[in-house]
């Protein structure tokens, strides 16, 4: 179950004394998987503890919050009998009911591990109950795939939120864009029979990444030899540089071509005085953004005062991070990251909103754990060994890159790395993806803690060196055999599969919500709001 902690902010939150009370002294009763699932072989279940997760009762909330709530119940009848309850306990409404109207808000789908977790699934699925889907951080060097009846689709720059016809999306400011591949993947759509037309709005602050950018992406990684960073060599780096230096050009400078060309000048001499050898034709680069102009500028508009607009009038924004918190240019490793930041800050500038305005804050994560390029992964496992288990979670997980092609690094899921983006994001909720990749391992294993010169580390170590000593302390548990794509509820999974979820969930001390049992769309268990802390504040307005 979850950590003491849960329980104590939720207690927190009852009204009565009584009820906080009862709350908190579950708090110091750790109810494993196992009591959760009814125990194991011999088990004697009619001494079993009460389960604070799904249970197979058929009137009764499973989840936490329905316990809370049951608790509260009972403390006021107690309250009532003894003649202890006061006029305002006996008007109290709990605030622990999951059908409260849900507070208005804007809710964050972010990447908590190294990336390709599978952002874009939940977003897809989340975006036809939102008016407003949003980037704001990255650029072309994400990669989200989509499978809707056996047909994927690939985005790079625009949200997947774009397959939802009535949704508005945004590229915001934080987003670097280069506008070829940003068209060719409206073109893309378009063949596909998704109708895009007046439903992209590209910030006006966004800054362009040119194709020169990319090469020099290209000359940096070279000239990096055995210590390169493992970048996608979209001109990410260069075009953030660029931002930086402050001689970028934004997206609003194509409404004036005349000072747009100037600009373009100026940045393309630095860049050939500063890489000799750089070769930009730069009399064809400004007639092609000559002939684009009109079209980009359709697109161009104030995305920050359209974004306010629309959360003061009520629309439902829903923002789809891009890359992950390990690749954070700040929180990351260090030097093998992005150049953005693609944790829970880059919502705040990237699209200029106040930290106020944030809503539910969903961390999304595979079952195990890959990452793409160089860089420190302490529970790896080897993928090119035939018949290993690496080879399992690359193979059967379909594991190489959607924007390189490359094939992902794979290892088990790492706990020690999840709290750390835990605490730099206060996830509310949890996507735990990929879960039946893990069908057919006889045992599968967590990274439950990191060791380092005999000592237990309390949080992520910041020095490359102190990461590539660490011991990874693994917890193994029993794996399953049965299939789990049609799997709809979370009592539909094997025992092993929930003791495994429910695992996770308690060494994290954050509800899991959503479960991925398969590539499609739709193979996806939603446990439901009463798995969000953020549906439990609602209900406390």
């Given amino acids: 179950m979850f950590q003491a902690s849960f329980f104590q902010r939720a207690s927190s939150r009852l009204a009565t004394p009584a009820a906080a009370v009862v709350a908190t002294a579950m708090a110091t009763n750790y109810y494993s998987a196992e009591d959760v699932v009814g125990g194991g072989v011999g088990a004697d279940n009619n001494n079993s503890k009460v389960a604070l997760c799904d249970t197979n009762g058929d009137k009764k909330d499973g989840s936490v919050l329905g316990m809370l709530n049951d608790i509260q119940n009972k403390v006021e009848s107690i309250q009532q009998t003894l003649g ?26 972010l990447g908590s591990q190294w990336g390709d977790e599978g952002k874009g699934k939940l977003v897809d699925m989340l975006s036809q109950e939102y008016d407003v889907c ?3 951080a990255g650029g072309s060097n994400a990669g989200h795939t989509i499978v809707v009846d056996g047909k994927k689709y690939k985005f790079h720059l625009l949200p997947s939120g774009i397959l939802n016809q009535d949704a508005t999306c945004i590229v915001g400011n934080g987003v670097v864009v280069h506008l070829p591949s940003f068209l060719k993947e409206i073109d893309g759509l378009t063949k596909s029979g998704i109708n895009s037309e007046g439903r992209i709005l590209l910030s006006d602050r966004a800054h362009m990444v040119f194709d020169f950018h990319q090469m020099v992406d290209g000359l940096n990684e070279n000239k990096l030899g055995r210590n390169k960073i493992g970048t996608t060599k979209k001109g990410i780096g260069p075009a953030y540089a660029s931002k930086i230096s402050r001689n970028g050009i934004r997206i609003g400078d194509l409404k004036n071509m005349d000072f747009f060309e100037m600009r373009f000048r100026e940045l393309t001499s630095a860049h050939m005085r500063a890489f000799p050898g750089l070769e930009i034709d730069v009399e064809g680069q400004l007639e092609y953004y000559r002939s684009i ?9 104030d995305t920050i005062e359209y974004t306010n607009e629309a959360y003061d009038t009520g629309k439902k924004i829903l923002i789809e991070g891009a890359n992950a918190t390990m690749l954070d240019i700040d929180f990351g490793t260090y030097p093998y990251v992005t150049s953005s930041n693609p ?8 699209l200029g909103v106040s930290p106020r305005k944030i809503h539910g804050i969903y961390g999304t994560t595979k079952a195990y754990c890959t990452r793409v390029g160089e ?9 090119d060994v035939p018949g290993s288990i690496g080879e399992h979670l690359g193979v059967v997980g379909a594991e190489w890159g959607t924007t390189t092609g490359r094939s992902r690094r794979v290892g088990w899921l790492d706990i020690p790395q999840m709290k750390y983006s835990t605490l730099i994001n206060g996830f509310t909720s949890l996507n735990l993806t990929k879960l039946d990749v893990l069908t057919g391992l006889a045992e599968v294993k967590i990274g439950r803690a990191y060791k380092h010169e005999g000592k237990i580390l309390n949080t992520m170590p910041s020095c490359l060196k102190t990461m590539s000593e660490i011991e990874v302390i693994y917890e193994t548990m029993p794996g399953w055999s049965e299939d789990i794509s049609k799997a709809r509820n979370f009592e539909d999974l094997p025992v092993n599969a929930q003791r495994y979820v429910l695992r996770v969930q308690e060494l994290l001390g954050v509800p899991i919500r959503w479960i991925g049992c398969g590539a499609n769309r739709l193979d996806m268990i939603d446990r439901g709001e009463g798995w969000d802390l953020a549906s439990k504040e609602d209900g406390e307005q």
């Fill in 134 to 136: 949003a980037r704001v």
């Fill in 84 to 109: 202890a309850a006061d006029a305002s306990n006996a008007t109290y409404k709990s605030a622990t009911k999951t059908d409260a109207k849900k507070k208005p808000g804007i809710d964050v789908v």
């Fill in 293 to 301: 102009a009109p079209q980009i500028a359709a697109m161009t508009t």
């Fill in 375 to 383: 860089g420190p992964f302490p529970t790896e496992l080897e993928r």
């Fill in 343 to 350: 944790s829970i800050g880059s919502v705040l500038t990237g």
